[in-house]
């Protein structure tokens, strides 16, 4: 069983930058691929970004460019780095497996965009 944390999330105005980070508890977080989701208002949760155990990574088509997602397995921590935020990134971002188990579910962490 793993547990996920995510932190790192705020207020940033459009161009700004923030890193987001998604901790794990349990030492078999090193053997599954993890990605960053986000729920904005009124819209289903989507799929941002993954990263593989080999560090084979994937992004949405709408962050692709401007997000960057890496892994620390010794330190059991994803990390999202994400840069030429826009008001259309607003969201809740949580971190999961991919593909994601509803087991994994943490409480996210809000990002705003907004002047």
């Known amino acids: 069983?793993?547990?996920?944390?995510?932190?790192?999330?705020?207020?940033?105005?459009?161009?700004?930058?923030?890193?987001?980070s998604c901790a794990a508890s349990g030492s078999a977080f090193r053997i599954y691929a993890m990605g960053w989701y986000r729920q904005a208002p009124g819209k289903q949760r989507e799929?941002?970004?993954?990263i593989t155990t080999g560090r084979s990574t994937y992004y949405a088509d709408s962050v692709k460019g401007r997000f960057t997602i890496s892994r620390d397995n010794a330190k059991n921590t994803v990390y999202l780095q994400?840069?030429?935020?826009?008001?259309?990134?607003?969201?809740v971002y949580?971190?999961?497996?991919f593909p994601a188990s509803a087991n994994y579910w943490g409480q996210g962490t809000q990002v705003t965009v907004s002047s």
């Open 82 to 91: 994400m840069n030429s935020l826009k008001p259309e990134d607003t969201a």
């Open 1 to 20: 069983q793993v547990q996920l944390v995510e932190s790192g999330g705020g207020l940033v105005q459009p161009g700004g930058s923030l890193r987001l």
């Open 94 to 97: 949580y971190c999961n497996k």
């Open 47 to 50: 799929l941002v970004a993954y």
